[in-house]
Nanobody, 125 residues
């Protein structure tokens, strides 16, 4: 059974930074892709970033208002952990952030097989 557990959320002022962690267990993840998503109150869950465990290929959200370069996804193979470094945070980044895993190539949709419980990120103005 694959498990993913997020941590690192919290309250931060606008312009600040947070690093989220996602610890994965239960499989050999070389053929998996890991994704970060977020869901604000009253909104649908949306894609943030994804990384292929083997090779480290990454993709980021490109929707309006999301500035590439503020967030960076990375992985530590030895720790089976994926990170989301978030810089220059804005109040509109406030959401529950979810980590997810899927067997296969990275996707920017919610077609992931395993999800964590989420970690709250709140950015104050």
């Amino acid at each position: 059974q694959v498990q993913v557990v997020e941590s690192g959320g919290g309250l931060v002022q606008a312009g600040g930074s947070l690093r989220l962690s996602c610890a994965a267990s239960g499989r050999t993840f070389s053929t998996y892709s890991m994704g970060w998503f977020r869901q604000a109150p009253g909104k649908e869950r949306e894609f943030v970033a994804t990384i292929r465990w083997s090779g480290g290929i990454t993709y980021y959200a490109e929707y309006a208002g999301f500035v590439k370069g503020r967030f960076t996804i990375s992985r530590d193979n030895a720790k089976n952990t994926v990170y989301l470094q978030m810089n220059s945070l804005k109040p509109e980044d406030t959401a529950v952030y979810y980590c997810a895993a899927r067997l296969g190539p990275p996707l920017a949709t919610t077609e992931y097989d395993y999800w964590g419980q989420g970690t709250q990120v709140t950015v104050s103005s």
